[in-house]
T-cell receptor, first 116, second 115 residues
Framework: DAMVIQNPRYQVTQFGKPVTLSCSQTLNHNVMYWYQQKSSQAPKLLFHYYDKDFNNEADTPDNFQSRRPNTSFCFLDIRSPGLGDAAMYLC???????????????FGPGTRLTVL | AQKITQTQPGMFVQEKEAVTLDCTYDTSDPSYGLFWYKQPSSGEMIFLIYQGSYDQQNATEGRYSLNFQKARKSANLVISASQLGDSAMYFCAMREDNQGGKLIFGQGTELSVKP
């Protein structure tokens, strides 16, 4: 089945130690998103890639970076995690462009990040 | 101002009964989409149903239907014949076409289905 995969499902890191979360997709979607969801809150968009174009949300801290080496993979890098960065990180994909239904985002299972 | 409002933090429903989860939205963009997602305790966001602002009919997907009242800016989710597996957090979300693909989520409603 076509899907969005996130690894690892659970990640524990130490305060200030860089961490990378990964997302891959077999849907061949051209847009990939990263959301942060803190406990009991709604998901919040951090940034997204439209094809190779990176789009950062205005209030996303500089501590968060992303890479998209090819259509299928996208990475979230947290350069110096703080205690406040503990959250669920959700990757989503959609297909955008002329002729496609430019609507539905499909989510991966998420990576739950703990910062010690 | 909140763009998406879900006024029910928690809801209970008896198994096999129908339940309505409320969602109201605020936008000046004439072209937008409304979504409902289910998030079980495992954390994955599962797409349930979509309604476009220009759609004439209410969306339905199996046991899920969306009661779209454009003039009132409401997009309530109706789940018919509730099942125990429906217990989860439900999020209403909106995409404004002049804002690209960004989804704005409501705060969610936690649904508990009682046997």
């Amino acid at each position: 089945d076509a899907m969005v995969i996130q690894n690892p499902r659970y990640q524990v890191t130490q305060f200030g130690k860089p961490v990378t979360l990964s997302c891959s997709q077999t849907l061949n979607h051209n847009v990939m998103y990263w959301y942060q969801q803190k406990s009991s809150q709604a998901p919040k968009l951090l940034f997204h890639y439209y094809d190779k174009d990176f789009n950062n949300e205005a209030d996303t801290p500089d501590n968060f970076q992303s890479r998209r080496p090819n259509t299928s993979f996208c990475f979230l890098d947290i350069r110096s995690p703080g205690l406040g960065d503990a959250a669920m990180y959700l990757c989503a994909t959609s297909r955008e462009g002329q002729g496609f239904r430019t609507d539905t985002q499909y989510f991966g299972p998420g990576t739950r990040l703990t910062v010690l | 101002a909140q763009k998406i409002t879900q006024t029910q933090p928690g809801m209970f429903v008896q198994e096999k009964e129908a339940v309505t989860l409320d969602c109201t939205y605020d936008t000046s963009d004439p072209s937008y989409g409304l979504f409902w997602y289910k998030q079980p305790s495992s954390g994955e966001m599962i797409f349930l149903i979509y309604q476009g602002s220009y759609d004439q009919q209410n969306a339905t997907e199996g046991r899920y239907s969306l009661n779209f009242q454009k003039a009132r800016k409401s997009a309530n989710l109706v789940i018919s014949a509730s099942q125990l597996g429906d217990s989860a957090m439900y999020f209403c979300a909106m995409r404004e076409d002049n804002q690209g693909g960004k989804l704005i989520f409501g705060q969610g409603t936690e649904l508990s289905v009682k046997p």
